[in-house]
């Protein structure tokens, strides 16, 4: 299979993506290891099992990662994973990109992060319902 520079970038942009939407999971605390784990990160849930929920509970999210198949595919890779290998992966990515660290602490702070980590709360706590 042949790699584009521009097909390796949009692969590593819906990575960063799907990292910084796990990072956003994580409680607000300090930790030694902040920015990883909680949440979908940490859930045993099957990738089928979150694609139900996610369309059940947040159709909008759903509607996007539909229309985003590449993106959709990196998810079920990283859930597809370990979750002691999922949590290396998403600390690689912010370790990779400091500057994200601080966009994902503020987006998680704003009114508008708050309700999406409280969507994917919801989905990471009902996933084992699907």
């Known amino acids: 299979m042949t790699f584009t520079r521009t097909g390796i970038m949009r692969s590593a942009v819906a990575l960063g993506g799907l990292m910084a939407a796990g990072a956003l999971l994580v409680p607000a605390t300090a930790s030694a290891q902040p920015g990883v784990g909680g949440?979908?990160?940490e859930t045993t849930c099957t990738f089928a099992q979150v694609d139900a929920a996610i369309h059940a509970e947040a159709p909008?999210?759903?509607?996007?990662?539909d229309s985003?198949?590449?993106r959709k595919a990196k998810l079920q890779e990283l859930?597809?994973?370990?979750?002691?290998?999922r949590q290396q992966r998403v600390q690689q990515?912010?370790?990779?990109?400091?500057?994200?660290r601080t966009?994902?602490?503020e987006k998680r702070n704003s009114?508008?992060?708050?309700q999406k980590i409280d969507k994917l709360r919801g989905i990471a706590n009902s996933c084992h319902n699907y």
């Open 39 to 41: 949440g979908l990160i």
């Open 60 to 65: 909008k999210l759903a509607e996007h990662l």
């Open 68 to 70: 985003h198949p590449e």
């Open 79 to 85: 859930l597809g994973l370990p979750v002691d290998q």
């Open 93 to 100: 990515w912010l370790d990779d990109h400091p500057n994200a």
């Open 103 to 105: 966009k994902i602490e």
């Open 111 to 114: 009114p508008e992060g708050q």
